[in-house]
């Protein structure tokens, strides 16, 4: 019950059927997830271009091989406090849907730790009162290896971070 | 692959070649209004014929037997028995609206508008009924590509006298196979008629070394047997090319002592090599060989050698070549860096590369290109039944036909062309007992134009109509207080008012023009085309309007400017000057807004770095460069720390990952590959006059 799903190195081929694989990273001290199926890849920290009248949670955005990408701190737009960028700081690039548009987004975390099979009946939805992270984006709760991960609902999240907060000439944040 | 999906594909391209067709017979019938030239009736008649063969195979029988009926008129009419009359142009112009609408019937799979059809039905036959020619069963015959009249009307008696059997000798050209005809299937066709038994002559099948595996060496003798009428037969052997023998003997005493000759061989005449005109005519009559062989078909503009190709193959391409641009930037910055011997050669490369990618681009960007014709081709049709149903008389003069832009522009300018052009009918020109009365011929003008200038392409609407009536414009202006009272306006800014939202002189809405699309929405389409749209008119004389668009809408010519650390681009075409600034030639105004005079003009002053909230060099206008931009009429200022490089720049859309952001209208990637934004310059005037519109006007005053 409490430890079934086990750490792998990415090529578990005996991983039962239900199970997904979620990339984790680092967040002011706790870890969360993605679906490894969502994450495209991963890149180092580089200048982004300012976009004017957006959220501060919003950086900028970058090339990414002719593709012009938003990269989004989640550090700001989960209201954590925020530290200057350093050597393990990476942007993870995914691919969200978005109301009929599928979209790829950059966001800043910490740190890249790991990547985990998750059981789907292991996961446990989360109470209504989450700490610092606004419950609606967070899809489940797992404990693995005596921690707590928080899974994300990725395309949720940015959903909501680009599409419905943006209101064109919105003030500055 | 099945056949199923295999015939799906291709009957695709018979809708598409249809409507082309269609395209080609209404222009056709549009221009015999004024000469009834027999040249221009056998391309009308020809694309009618391919249409009508092309269903026929696809078995949309109720498509192919309307086209029948049209099809014996024009054929009448290309022999001279028949007169081309008003009328009949006018029924053949409905009959081409019906074809168009049951083939989009027929494709989307819905029933078909039985009433319209029988109701033109009628007329033709009413039409057809009137001359010394007998009138056709409107069944689904088939007659052989371009066949000689009395084959035509021997056809049609035929069907009458049904024999109870045919022979058939089948002696196809060696290249059959290749043209994707295949006998066995025409065999099983047969079959489904009666009963067959074929003969194979082997007689002309050379030794098995000088055998070519995909030639034809085979001919057949058929014996059928049932109540087949002739034009069933036809219809089989309709995709048989020309070149074959192809004879046709009833058999079985039911044979009538009628004027059907006993054997009849169809020699056909050769369709590919039958005559320039063809050529000229586009595909049209090519359409049938195109859609069996499922082959990319010319348009019907009548270009030769031109190609179908999906847009977004197109844009794969474009895409790829901006990357190369990119590169090619990139690596120019970074043979400044170094310097040893090999530079020279390294530059020498770099141009090349330069060059080579220009040009490059240039031909591929010129794939996307399209004559403005195909926006264009809609307006005979248009004009000529607007005219009617207003009771003017309207000569349409197109120019410039072949001016090349993007297609999607092409296809954004299309209806708000539509609209002008219904504009300037309904309001523009008078009915001719008005122009009489001024003095004026009594058949007004209405021309179309299209032309390059500069790195644009300026469309023009023309017409020799009353003109806009500058005082009613004016006071309606200041009824709507979208001019102050006391406000003194240019003769040219009370014309472009029109394009104000809300604004409509029209004293009663008719049904051609005021149906909820205003001039506002023209102007705000043209807008977002990057482009620009100006009237001018003269009281009794006409209008002239003018729209300014952009070639393309992958590529712009940008001006780098730098506010701050961040670089921004301007479009080129929204700069009209930049100028460094004296202290004394700014004032401030109300607090906050500041204005600057220029020459006659006071210009409010934007600063980007306020705008878009970066940490700029210097605040005060005197220390930077002010760049006067245009658009809609409204000029600004536009403050900024430092003029870059002009470049052409590639536009990439920031929604496809992000969302539209105000003042923004894009994103570039520079030669360091870091993303650059491209100012909305429009968008940017448009904010900038709402706040500084009341403050100048309070300096002004």
């Known amino acids: 019950m409490m430890i079934t799903a086990k750490p792998t190195a990415g090529a578990d081929k005996s991983a039962a059927e239900s199970s997904e694989q979620y990339l984790t990273f680092m967040l002011a001290g706790e870890e969360y997830g993605v679906d490894i199926l969502r994450v495209q890849e991963i890149k180092g920290w580089d200048k982004v271009t300012r976009i004017p009248h957006t959220p501060d949670y919003v950086l900028g955005v970058i090339n990414l091989r002719g593709a012009v990408v938003p990269i989004l701190d989640l550090r700001r737009r989960f209201g954590l406090e925020t530290i200057a960028f350093g050597p393990t700081t990476v942007v993870i690039v995914v691919r969200v849907m978005t109301g009929r548009d599928e979209r790829t987004v950059g966001v800043v975390v910490d740190a890249v730790s790991e990547v985990y099979n998750v059981d789907a009946a292991d996961a446990k939805p989360p109470p209504d009162v989450c700490g610092t992270v606004d419950t609606v984006f967070v899809k489940a709760l797992v404990t693995i290896e005596e921690k707590m991960l928080i899974l994300l609902d990725i395309d949720r999240l940015i959903g909501n971070s680009i599409v419905d907060e943006l209101v064109p000439g919105a003030e500055v944040a | ?701």
């Open chain 2, 1 to 701: 692959m099945t056949i199923d999906l295999e015939m799906a594909e291709i009957a695709k391209v018979f809708f598409q070649e249809s409507r082309e067709g269609l395209d080609v017979m209404e222009s056709g019938l549009l221009s015999l209004g004024a000469t009834a030239d027999r040249e221009n009736i056998n391309t009308i008649f020809r694309a009618a014929h391919s249409i009508k063969g092309g269903s026929a195979t696809f078995g949309f029988a109720e498509v192919a037997g309307f086209t029948h009926g049209v099809e014996t008129l024009l054929d009448e009419m290309r022999n001279g028995v028949r007169p081309v009359t008003a009328e009949a142009i006018q029924t053949l112009l409905q009959a081409c609206d019906c074809l168009r609408e049951m083939i989009a019937a027929t494709e989307a799979e819905q029933p078909l508008d039985q009433v319209r059809i029988a109701s033109l039905n009628s007329d033709i036959t009413h039409i057809l009924g009137g001359g010394p020619s007998e009138a056709p069963a409107l069944a689904p015959v088939s007659v052989p590509t371009s066949a000689p009249a009395e084959g035509n009307a021997a056809a049609g008696t035929g069907a009458v006298h049904v024999p109870c059997g045919w022979r058939v000798i089948f002696q196809p050209v060696a290249g059959l196979l290749r043209l994707r005809n295949e006998p066995t299937r025409m065999f099983a066709e047969l079959r489904r008629l009666g009963e067959v038994v074929a003969r194979a002559d082997v007689s002309r099948l050379p030794q098995l070394d000088a055998l070519d595996p995909e030639s034809c060496y085979l001919s057949w003798n058929i014996e059928i047997t049932g109540q087949i009428s002739r034009p069933k037969l036809d219809e089989i052997f309709d995709w048989v090319d020309s070149g074959c023998r192809l004879e046709f003997t009833p058999t079985g005493e039911a044979v009538p002592a009628a004027p059907v000759p006993a054997a009849q061989t169809v020699q056909q005449p050769q369709v590919p090599n039958a005559a320039p005109e063809q050529a000229k005519a586009g595909s049209a009559a090519d359409a049938d060989r195109g859609a069996s062989a499922g082959a990319p078909a010319q348009k019907a503009a009548g270009d030769s050698g031109s190609i179908r190709v999906a847009t977004e193959k197109v844009d794969d391409i474009i895409n790829l070549v901006g990357e190369l641009l990119i590169t090619q930037s990139m690596l120019s910055g970074f043979a400044d860096g170094i310097d040893p011997n090999d530079l020279d050669r390294l530059r020498q490369g770099l141009a090349q590369l330069a060059r080579n990618t220009r040009e490059l681009q240039e031909s591929v960007m010129q794939i996307r290109m399209l004559p403005i014709s195909f926006a264009f081709n809609r307006f005979p049709r248009i004009v000529h039944d607007l005219s009617r149903k207003l009771a003017k008389k309207v000569e349409l003069k197109l120019s410039g036909e072949g001016t090349e832009l993007d297609k999607t522009v092409l296809e954004k300018i299309s209806d708000p062309l539509v609209h002008l052009v219904r504009n300037a009918l309904d309001h523009g020109l008078e009915i001719p007992e008005r122009r009489i009365a001024a003095g004026k011929q009594e058949t007004g003008t209405l021309e179309l134009a299209a032309f390059h200038e500069g790195g644009n392409i300026i469309i023009e609407v023309r017409d020799d109509g009353a003109g806009l009536n500058k005082a009613k414009i004016l006071q309606k202006a200041r009824e709507r207080a979208l001019v102050a009272p006391d406000q003194e306006l240019t003769d040219e800014q009370i014309d472009n008012l029109i394009f104000m939202p809300g604004f409509s002189t029209a004293e009663q809405i008719s049904d051609v023009s005021g149906r909820g699309v205003g001039m506002d929405v023209v102007r705000r389409n043209i807008n977002d085309l990057g482009g620009h749209v100006q009237i001018s008119s003269k009281e009794g004389l006409g209008s002239t309007i003018r729209i300014r668009l952009p070639l393309t809408l992958a590529i712009l010519d940008g001006q780098l400017v730098r506010v701050g650390k961040e670089i921004y681009i301007i479009s080129l075409l929204a700069i009209v000057e930049t100028i460094q600034v004296a202290r004394e030639r700014v004032n401030t105004l109300v607090g906050r807004t500041e204005v600057f005079r220029l020459r006659d003009e006071y210009l409010p002053v934007v600063k980007l770095c306020d705008q878009f909230g970066v940490e700029p060099d210097s605040r005060s206008a005197e220390d930077g460069l002010l760049v006067v931009l245009e658009a809609d009429g409204k000029r600004v200022g536009v403050l900024v720390d430092d003029l870059l490089a002009q470049q052409q720049v590639v536009i990439k859309s920031l929604e496809s990952n992000f969302k539209s952001v105000a003042g923004i209208a894009g994103a570039t990637i520079l030669g360091d590959g870091t993303v650059a934004l491209i100012i909305d310059a429009p968008g940017l005037i448009s904010s900038a006059a709402k706040q500084g519109a009341g403050a100048v006007a309070a300096h002004a005053a």
